[in-house]
């Protein structure tokens, strides 16, 4: 896998997003989108129904799919070390405690993030009947679009249960958000006339933290309660505007 060079092809599917994708999958996609830009690594993304199903699999979304050469790959962290393994990986600049140090904020920010995103998209009643029913139905004819609906949902409140997330209430996950949110926020401050979270560099932190963070500020829902929590750290929102100017420039805060 080293041996080869970075496919100047390289494909990231995803489902469409103004009519289809859900907010745990497009949070899963910007955050790889991210971390391939700050990699500066060429990359095509094209939208497909059944990017989905095109995917190997994937501990929760399994989005994005990555088709990268001969290799296909899907989520976060399996890119992450698809790429690091080519020796191209953003990072390689910090020390093993670092890593380490990293490692273990990505895999909060990616849990509870994704968790409360999951949460909000199917267990609230009014956002899973308003949006997520019918975005994720849209693709697909009736009645198959009920039958995928419903499939979906099981599906995801049995992760939900898996990870102890669905016996909670919106209070409780609402809890969940704000002190990962003030974690993110301490991590930041440490290096307060820096861009990133450890220096002047990015590092996978910044592209999954980016992708969740600014992903829930923009999603409308009919209940915004998880993107009134990110909004009250200016600290979390000054990081998005500036991720997003430097690699993207989509839209303002």
Known sequence: MSDEPWPEDAVIYQPYEAEQILLPEHASCL?????????????EVRSCANAEYMS?????????????GTFNVSEFEHIVNFVEQKGVGIGQWLDDDYKADMRTYVSLAENIFTMAELYISFVNKTVYEKVTAPRNGCVFPWPLNLIENYTKRRNTLRILKVYQWNDMTIDDVIEKVEKCCETLTLKLEETPDEPFFYSNQPCELDAIAFGHLFAIITTDLPNMALAQTVRKFNRLVEFCQ??????????SL
């Open 31 to 43: 955050a790889v989108k991210a971390y391939l830009k700050m990699c500066q690594l060429p990359f």
């Open 56 to 68: 190997p699999g994937g501990r929760l979304t399994k989005l994005p799919y990555l088709r990268a």
């Open 242 to 251: 500036f991720i997003d100017g430097k690699y993207f420039q989509m839209r």
